[in-house]
């Protein structure tokens, strides 16, 4: 719920503190519909999901003037209804429902209501909202309501024997006994001495599980003898299929309560009994039976859903109370589904049947307040830790629940979406683009309130109560399990949260009451991160230790003591169980008194008709029923002081709540002071200690000081005598500089020589490339004729061949052949002459070669 809303209602419950002591005064019709138009505004607001702080001043005002007003309206049946209305709506929340209970003193109020209506309907109402208070509630059987209740309750259950024998209103009216009687010895000897006990179990024998509690508690082992575990599981889920069919949702938690009591059973030692019993078939068939009529039932809400959505705007809610009750449904079944996966966290089917639910029916089936079925999912997770696919489908869903914690901020569901949020980090180990920016909404949804005032120490609210802590600290946890996983991205900022001081507070805080186990579990994980603040946490509980215990611990200690000195020991006798003793006291003094009358009047001692006896004697007891009727009348009226003065000391024990909260902020900044003042005192010893170090250090410096001057004066004379050796310096170094230019100069003429005799080098070297081509051109022609010359000779070898062939032919061309060879031997000469002279013409160009190598080393010498 938003902040604004919040204050709205707020200042609609003051509005009614204000109107209400105006009707107490003055009941005139105009007072009247203020207050019922602030009651009505309350319960349409209350619908919407808001719950009252019990921890706040105002509500505790508010609640009280609303006692006050049951009392005075049970005759106008406008105001009584709105107040009726209210409590509906109040007892949803479970910390409200204890203080309706223990501290405002509503049940006997509503008790006398129930023997106050005659209709039906309302008869219902008011059993259904005694059902949620009396559940876990400690009466003692002692005050006078208690047994005008039970004397209603056992009449409404035995009413009417020819009608069907489990009706809602017998069934609301034996739940309420059950309630009453498990809790306190005293209301159960109070409901046996106003019925017979054989015939009473023989009415309620078709009541299911309810019968089988009432059994146990009245120790009628004949009725459930032949009831084993098995019976029980079975009749337990045939008793969720009736309230499924008629949607009476008041005995789901009495379901509830078994099956956490047969999973404690489980984990004791001797626990193979409860083992065999869930390993059984039927069981097994029980459960998914159990899935599959939640299945149906979830198919038929939304039939109903899709049928009244065209129709227009919803109507105004018939009554809170069937909202309400369709609420405690749902969440019942939740319930339920999370103790079967908690005792059978085995069973492969059971499993697949609810993967095959998926995540994203599971969360639209839980309407407004999703919480339950958040931690239903976190259980399955924690029960399959290898599953990661069922992981990564609860993934898929976080962006949809955030929108939801958008929404709706409350506490619960903040709480449970961090654990869900660690627990899927947790499994899959790593974390995607989804999970990192659903985390991210949900650090600035959650946080953005402390890290946004971080630098004041008052913008925190420190009286927030323990919803509120374990909302932060759940969170912190939760981002503390991503940081492990991906510290670049959680790590610093884990780290700023730990830094704060509202952080710090809450840490101390928890750990200082201890209330909340998995919470303290948790913190101890946070504890220890490197970075986390152990002394500023240490300081913040001493801190809390010595400024006293918190009211809640005061009312812990005096309900604690108050049941230690009632169940172990006797008290005296006073009040009601004073007229016990009287009436029990006369009738022995009756018996007692007849029977020495009989023994006298046989003996013959005295003479007395038996007709003055018995006037005597009535006489006697009519005087004691007077005496205990003035008794009763003054026990009620005690009764009452006793009320208001609970009342008076509830408002007086939240005013002193209310102040220790305004001074924890003050007690923060005294201690910030402190340790500031200290760490002053610290760094003032170090100043000092440093400036007495400082003139230690000067006085050295001093004395350096003139023994430098001594050393600056004779390094002066040196300057001196220096300055005139860099005088003469520079005199030879004009002189170099001189003679520097002249070797320029010189450097500079011998360039142009290179220059030079670098063109006359390219000009002999195009010459020699000449040369060498000419030279490759003749060994070419050379090789051309040479190849001409061989061709000839062996044309030459053929014909000499063919002549010695035809030689005994041809004998007469020998001497012209002679000749002929003659002559080409002369040829041969020629040109064997020829190539000496080109051999001559080669040796006389590589000369010609040397020569300009020659001349060239002498240009570059030069």
């Keep these: 719920m938003s902040s604004g809303r919040s204050v709205e209602l707020a200042e609609c419950i003051l509005e009614f503190n204000n109107h209400i002591q105006s009707y107490f005064i003055s009941s005139t019709y105009g007072n009247e519909t203020l207050v019922n138009r602030c009651l009505e505004k309350l319960l349409s607001d209350g619908a919407d999901g808001w719950t009252f702080d019990v921890n706040a001043y105002e509500v505790n005002v508010f609640f009280v003037n609303l006692h006050k007003l049951l009392s005075h309206s049970m005759k106008k049946s406008n105001l009584l209804w709105s107040v009726i209305g209210v409590l509906e709506v109040a007892v949803a929340e479970e910390e409200t429902r204890l203080a309706l209970v223990n501290s405002f003193r509503f049940l006997p109020l509503v008790s006398g209501l129930l023997l106050e209506v005659n209709t039906p309907e309302q008869q219902k109402r008011v059993l259904s909202l005694l059902h949620i208070l009396s559940y876990g509630a400690t009466a003692d059987g002692h005050e006078i309501y208690i047994e005008m209740l039970v004397q209603k309750l056992l009449g409404l259950i035995v009413q009417n024997r020819e009608k069907p024998k489990r009706g809602e209103i017998e069934q609301l009216a034996l739940s309420i006994l059950v309630n009453l009687c498990q809790q306190d010895i005293s209301n159960t000897f109070v409901l046996m001495r106003n019925t017979p006990i054989s015939e009473f179990c023989q009415r309620i024998q078709d009541f299911g599980l309810l019968a089988c509690k009432m059994y146990t508690v009245l120790e009628q082992n004949d009725h459930i003898k032949e009831m084993d575990l098995h019976y029980l599981l079975r009749m337990s889920f045939g008793e969720v299929r009736l309230i499924l069919a008629s949607k009476n949702s008041f005995s789901l938690r009495h379901v509830v309560d078994f099956l956490r009591y047969v999973k404690t059973l489980r984990d004791t030692q001797n626990s193979e009994p409860v083992r065999v019993a869930l390993t059984d078939e039927n069981f097994t068939k029980d459960v998914l039976a159990f899935l599959q009529d939640i299945e149906t039932y979830w198919s038929e809400q939304e039939k109903e859903a899709e049928t009244n959505s065209p129709g227009g705007p919803p109507k105004r809610c018939k009554t809170n109370a069937a909202k309400l009750r369709k609420d405690r449904t749902t969440d019942g079944l939740f319930d339920i589904l999370e103790c079967v996966v908690s005792l059978k966290p085995d069973d492969t089917e059971l499993y697949r049947k609810i993967c095959a639910i998926g995540p994203i029916r599971l969360i639209n089936n839980a309407q407004e307040d999703c919480s339950k079925a958040i931690t239903l999912l976190r259980t399955i997770l924690e029960n399959h830790p290898t599953d990661m696919g069922f992981a990564k489908e609860c993934s898929s869903v976080l962006n949809t629940l955030m929108d939801t914690i958008t929404n709706n901020n409350e506490e619960q569901l903040v709480a449970t979406f961090a654990r869900l949020l660690a627990t899927i980090g947790r499994m899959l180990n790593a974390t995607d683009d989804t999970i990192d920016a659903v985390a991210e909404r949900f650090y600035r949804h959650v946080f953005s309130n402390i890290l946004g005032q971080s630098g004041q120490v008052a913008a925190f609210d420190y009286s927030a109560g323990d919803r509120t802590a374990r909302k932060y600290l759940w969170s912190l946890h939760a981002f503390y399990e991503l940081s492990n996983i991906s510290p670049t991205l959680w790590y610093a900022k884990v780290v700023n949260l730990l830094k704060q001081k509202p952080i710090q507070f809450l840490i101390a805080k928890e750990l200082t009451s201890g209330r909340d186990i998995e919470m303290v579990e948790a913190i101890l994980q946070i504890t220890t991160a490197a970075d986390f603040p152990k002394r500023n946490v240490a300081l913040m509980i001493q801190m809390l230790k010595n400024s006293g215990p918190p009211v809640d611990a005061l009312k812990q200690q005096d309900l604690s003591s108050t049941t230690r000195n009632r169940v172990p020991q006797i008290p005296p006798p006073n009040g009601y169980s004073l007229l016990r003793a009287m009436s029990r006291n006369l009738e022995n003094r009756i018996n007692q008194a007849v029977e020495r009358i009989q023994d006298a009047k046989v003996a013959g001692l005295i003479n007395a008709e038996k007709a003055e006896l018995v006037e005597f004697y009535t006489y006697k007891i009519n005087m004691q029923a007077s005496l205990m009727n003035d008794l009763r009348h003054s026990l009620e009226a005690t009764t009452g002081q006793i009320t208001t ?168 061309t020998i001497v012209a052949l002679d000749k002929d060879k003659t002559v080409l031997r002369a040829k041969l000469k020629d040109s064997e002459e020829r190539i000496k002279q080109v051999e001559d013409e080669l040796k006389e160009n590589e000369n010609i070669k040397q020569a300009i190598y020659s001349l060239m080393n002498k240009n570059k010498k030069v």
């Design 645 to 812: 003065l609970m009342h008076q000391n509830q408002l007086l024990m939240a005013e002193i709540e209310k102040s220790r909260k305004k001074n924890v902020p003050l007690l923060l900044k005294e201690s910030a002071l402190e340790n500031e003042n200290r760490l002053l005192g610290q760094e003032l010893a170090e100043m000092k200690l440093a400036a007495a170090s400082y003139d230690k250090k000067m006085n050295q410096l001093k004395q350096e000081q003139r023994e430098l001057h001594k050393k600056y004066s004779e390094k002066g004379e040196k300057c001196i005598k220096l300055a005139k050796e860099v005088e003469q310096l520079r005199t030879r170094d004009d002189k170099y500089e001189k003679e520097n230019k002249r070797l320029c100069l010189e450097l500079a003429a011998m360039t142009q020589n290179r220059d030079e005799s670098r063109k006359l080098l390219k000009v002999y070297e195009d010459e020699r490339q000449q040369l060498i081509e000419q030279r490759d051109a003749d060994r070419k022609t050379y090789d051309c004729k040479q190849r001409e010359l061989e061709r000839e000779i062996s044309k030459l070898k053929d014909l000499v061949q063919q002549l010695e062939a035809t030689l005994e032919q041809r004998d007469g």
